[in-house]
């Protein structure tokens, strides 16, 4: 009989001798309760780490926003039809981008290749930094998150304030996505004008391998296969623009929207 009478609720099965073995299974089994992820080293909550992020984004966004404003990627829409040649030879349509030579069509097509990668490279970073707070937002954040330092109003506060960051991440993602797409089809439709130019003789000449060239290279690059980035993904159609604007996010909704940014950032295969 053990000197303490309550000794016997804490021996294990068959006794007190315990195998040491089996006590290093138990201790795997039940580890120490040390998760860093519900008491973070640094003492900072999830919803102030989110404000922190989406600040952070803020700040490489002004650069951004700027580039996409100069780059201009509107001036180069294509008209209706243009591209489509069985259209234009059927109804005369004035095309104002045609630049009336090879050399020029050649020209005007690295000039747009040349945007288009300059918007591409840093929209890779602020997506990839958009993904990260969606995430943890989706994780994290929801009607029952609690703060040992604030109270419900400031929650509430500070909620509404990390989503307003994220729709201005999904918005301005949306308009760099939409530039990319306009610069795409203004390279495909260049490439359509080139055609006139095969073995046309002289100064304007270019052979039908360099214009195949030139196209499939265009599509290795426009497609997001050379980044490794899907950045069609980030167009808004109807539903993200009604969603932007009267905040129709659900937590279900929340969700499709952080499947689909999974994909994204996944190796494509040309």
């Known amino acids: 009989m053990p000197s303490n009478p309550f000794d016997a609720f804490f021996e294990p099965p068959g006794g007190t001798g315990e195998k040491k073995d089996q006590q290093v299974e138990r201790e795997e089994v039940y580890p120490p309760i040390e998760d860093h992820t519900i008491f973070p080293e640094d003492g900072k909550e999830s919803l102030d780490e989110i404000l922190e992020k989406n600040k952070q984004f803020e700040q490489h966004a002004a650069g951004f926003s700027k580039l996409l404003s100069q780059t201009r990627a509107v001036d180069h829409e294509p008209v209706a039809f243009a591209g489509n040649t069985l259209v234009q030879y059927l109804i005369d349509i004035h095309d104002p981008h045609d630049q009336g030579s090879m050399r020029g069509e050649k020209a005007y097509h690295q000039i747009l290749e040349n945007k288009f ?154």
């Open 117 to 270: 990668r300059a918007i591409i490279e840093p929209m890779i970073e602020l997506a990839r930094l958009h993904c990260d707070v969606v995430n943890q937002f989706n994780q994290d954040i929801d009607e029952h998150y609690y703060s040992v330092e604030k109270t419900d109003r400031e929650i509430k506060s500070d909620r509404a304030i990390a989503m307003e960051g994220l729709l201005f991440q999904r918005k301005l993602l949306g308009n760099a996505a939409r530039d990319l797409s306009i610069l795409s089809k203004a390279m495909e439709v260049c490439e359509v004008r080139l055609k006139k130019y095969i073995d046309a003789g002289g100064d304007n000449n270019i052979s039908d391998a360099e214009q195949a060239l030139i196209a499939k290279n265009r599509e290795y690059l426009s497609s997001g296969v050379e980044h490794h980035f899907d950045y069609a993904l980030f167009n808004l159609n109807l539903l993200d623009e009604a969603a932007l604007t009267f905040r129709l996010f659900t937590k279900q909704t929340f969700s499709q929207y952080v499947q689909r940014l999974e994909s994204a950032f996944r190796n494509r295969q040309a």
